[in-house]
């Protein structure tokens, strides 16, 4: 996902061609925006944290990117793509790096897992929208 601090700052190009030149291929690709309580959802594992109010309130502050992405050992390349969390620790070169501006608005989201992936492309894309 592109977070809403990155399409608002017209990074939404930047970032797809530096995912695509990386290897990943889009199997579905949509422009939406999140209600507080969609946010809530994706990011319920998140709920008992002190952040929790801040991330959804930034979550769906304005419109994201959600993406499919496919490659070999897709989730553990693109975190490595994206970068830590926290763009201050982020590696020269990520996607973080070059595009975000705090450990809140951090401009791109990752499954951190293969069955993450699986729940999260569900929780954006029906069967018809993936090709
Ligand atoms: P990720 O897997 O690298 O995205 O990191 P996490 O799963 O730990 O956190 C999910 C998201 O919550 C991050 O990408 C940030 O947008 C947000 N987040 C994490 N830590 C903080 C924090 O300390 N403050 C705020 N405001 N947001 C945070």
């Known amino acids: 996902m592109i977070k809403p601090d990155a399409t608002s700052k017209g990074y939404t190009g930047a970032i797809l061609d530096q995912m695509i030149k990386a290897g ?29 109010g801040e991330l959804v309130e930034f979550m769906s502050s304005g419109p994201i ?30 996607i973080r790096k070059n595009f975000a501006a ?13 069955e993450n992936a699986v729940i999260e492309g569900d929780f954006f894309f029906s069967k018809l929208e993936r090709f």
């Open 24 to 52: 990943f291929t889009v199997k579905a690709m949509k422009w939406t925006k999140l209600t507080t309580e969609q946010a809530g959802l994706f990011y319920d594992i998140h709920r008992e944290r002190p952040f929790f």
């Open 102 to 114: 705090s450990i809140g608005e951090n401009a791109v989201h990752g499954s951190d897992s293969n």
């Open 65 to 94: 990117v959600a993406a499919i992405l496919e490659k070999d050992n897709a989730v553990e390349d693109f975190r490595k793509l994206i970068g830590a969390t926290n763009p201050a620790q982020a590696e020269e070169g990520t």
